[in-house]
């Protein structure tokens, strides 16, 4: 690619520079600078003044959380940085193996260091793409044009074939914006990293040169007012309040599924699934809250995109501190709306077991009519099964 002929807003490398295998230049002239002019980030190499910053980032507790930098327990020095931008990113450019970009653009009306970009060159036409963001830059889709640009360089000016991506399992930023480049999700691998000494299952999406190079969109879950309550999506906060509706005998009594005593490590597992299904277009899952404290008091899903048709479930569960109000009649009313308003379905459907009369009640309060019987198929606490009555829509 060259600055003549490219689209604004595409990356392009920047007339004069280097950086093509088997260059000779030395670092920092071997870099290629990659410019998106419609975001205003640019990919440039390392210098001095990014020192400080490079320090800033490693030691902010996010980054530490999901990188394996710093190895210990521990700051990370100035000398530290140094070691990397003086001995480290220049080897790799020279043994054509991992080529690190320092990552730039206007915040607050300057021009800044805002974090690196990794593409580390495999065998066999196979790359695989880090990178991580100064906190200063959170939030301002810059390591989405970021990866974009690396993208493209990887393809269509180095000719690789695959570019894998990896991660911790949760770190769901990381994820977004790989799927904002066109990542496809390949799944969870066990071991897949090791991080201070220790493996860890990593996420794991892979993007071939002939795939669309198109952003794959997660369903967003939107905020709903419905007067006695707000649905959001849910969040750390939220943890204890979903371990205390998850402990009630009640809800362990209908959702035999439940493990049992419920944790805060269930828990996580929980919020994290309310992710999984926005990430994977399947399903949107909202924490039903107090609209001035923003206490939970329940969920309401809606779930089963993604298949042949298009029919998706309702379902839900209240805190037993905020039964017996109406809430989740409410909500259920509210997530019906919203998937007619906006024509995300041709059908919706709710399933109780026959003697939830709590259930039944929100299903018939929220317009729902029983359709028919399902016999001795959902297991309950006490180890039967009961029938499930079914509700449309009329």
Same mark, same amino acid.
């Given at each position: 690619?060259?600055?003549?002929?490219?689209?604004?807003?595409?990356?392009?490398?920047?007339?004069?520079?280097?950086?093509?295998?088997?260059?000779?230049?030395?670092?920092?002239?071997?870099?290629?600078?990659?410019?998106?002019?419609?975001?205003?980030?640019?990919?440039?190499?390392?210098?001095?003044?990014?020192?400080?910053?490079?320090?800033?980032?490693?030691?902010?507790?996010?980054?530490?959380?999901?990188?394996?930098?710093?190895?210990?327990?521990?700051?990370?020095?100035? %000398?530290? =940085?140094?070691? /990397?931008? !003086?001995?480290?990113?220049?080897?790799?450019?020279?043994? $054509? *193996?991992?080529? +690190?970009?320092?990552?730039?653009?206007?915040?607050?009306?300057?021009?800044?260091?805002?974090?690196?970009?990794?593409?580390?060159?495999?065998?066999?036409?196979?790359?695989?793409?880090?990178?991580?963001?100064?906190?200063?830059?959170?939030?301002?889709?810059?390591?989405?044009?970021?990866?974009?640009?690396?993208?493209?360089?990887?393809?269509?000016?180095?000719?690789?074939?695959?570019?894998?991506?990896?991660?911790?399992?949760?770190?769901?930023?990381?994820?977004?914006? %790989?799927? =904002?480049?066109? /990542?496809? !999700?390949?799944?969870?691998?066990?071991?897949?990293?090791? $991080? *201070?000494?220790? +493996?860890?299952?990593?996420?794991?999406?892979?993007?071939?040169?002939?795939?669309?190079?198109?952003?794959?969109?997660?369903?967003?879950?939107?905020?709903?007012?419905?007067?006695?309550?707000?649905?959001?999506?849910?969040?750390?906060?939220?943890?204890?309040?979903?371990?205390?509706?998850?402990?009630?005998?009640?809800?362990?009594?209908?959702?035999?599924?439940?493990?049992?005593?419920?944790?805060?490590?269930?828990?996580?597992?929980?919020?994290?699934?309310?992710?999984?299904?926005? =990430?994977?277009?399947?399903?949107?899952?909202?924490?039903?809250?107090?609209?001035?404290?923003? *206490?939970?008091?329940?969920?309401?899903?809606?779930?089963?995109?993604?298949?042949?048709?298009?029919?998706?479930?309702?379902?839900?569960?209240?805190?037993?501190?905020?039964?017996?109000?109406?809430?989740?009649?409410?909500?259920?009313?509210?997530?019906?709306?919203?998937?007619?308003?906006?024509?995300?379905?041709?059908?919706?459907?709710?399933?109780?077991?026959?003697?939830?009369?709590?259930?039944?009640?929100?299903?018939?309060?929220?317009?729902?009519?029983?359709?028919?019987?399902?016999?001795?198929?959902?297991?309950?606490?006490?180890?039967?099964?009961?029938?499930?009555?079914?509700?449309?829509?009329?």
């Amino acid at each position: 690619m060259s600055e003549q002929g490219t689209k604004a807003g595409e990356p392009h490398l920047l007339a004069g520079q280097g950086g093509a295998p088997g260059s000779a230049l030395a670092f920092p002239d071997c870099v290629p600078t990659l410019v998106d002019t419609e975001r205003g980030v640019t990919l440039r190499a390392h210098d001095a003044g990014d020192l400080q910053s490079i320090v800033e980032q490693v030691n902010d507790p996010v980054s530490r959380q999901w990188t394996s930098v710093p190895p210990e327990i521990g700051d990370y020095s100035l %000398a530290d =940085a140094r070691r /990397f931008l !003086f001995q480290v990113v220049p080897d790799g450019w020279a043994t $054509r *193996r991992s080529l +690190r970009w320092a990552i730039e653009a206007q915040i607050d009306g300057t021009p800044r260091f805002c974090g690196s970009i990794d593409l580390w060159l495999g065998a066999d036409q196979e790359a695989r793409v880090g990178f991580g963001l100064h906190p200063a830059a959170r939030g301002r889709s810059v390591m989405s044009s970021a990866l974009r640009m690396v993208r493209d360089h990887a393809f269509d000016d180095l000719g690789m074939e695959v570019i894998r991506w990896r991660s911790p399992v949760g770190n769901w930023p990381s994820r977004r914006v %790989a799927a =904002a480049a066109g /990542f496809r !999700f390949d799944g969870t691998v066990r071991d897949l990293l090791v $991080r *201070r000494r220790r +493996r860890i299952d990593g996420w794991l999406a892979t993007l071939n040169a002939n795939d669309p190079r198109a952003p794959l969109r997660w369903l967003e879950i939107p905020v709903l007012s419905a007067g006695s309550c707000r649905l959001r999506p849910f969040a750390e906060r939220d943890l204890d309040r979903i371990v205390e509706a998850t402990n009630d005998p009640r809800t362990q009594y209908w959702l035999a599924s439940l493990p049992y005593p419920y944790g805060v490590e269930d828990a996580e597992a929980y919020l994290g699934a309310t992710r999984e299904l926005s =990430a994977s277009r399947s399903g949107i899952i909202w924490c039903v809250a107090d609209p001035v404290e923003d *206490r939970c008091l329940g969920a309401v899903s809606l779930e089963g995109f993604g298949g042949y048709s298009r029919r998706v479930e309702i379902g839900y569960w209240t805190h037993p501190a905020a039964r017996g109000r109406g809430l989740m009649t409410t909500a259920v009313r509210a997530v019906t709306r919203y998937a007619e308003d906006n024509d995300l379905v041709d059908s919706v459907l709710i399933r109780c077991a026959a003697g939830n009369s709590a259930s039944r009640q929100v299903a018939e309060s929220a317009g729902y009519r029983a359709i028919g019987v399902q016999p001795r198929c959902e297991p309950l606490g006490d180890g039967s099964l009961s029938d499930l009555v079914l509700y449309a829509r009329p």
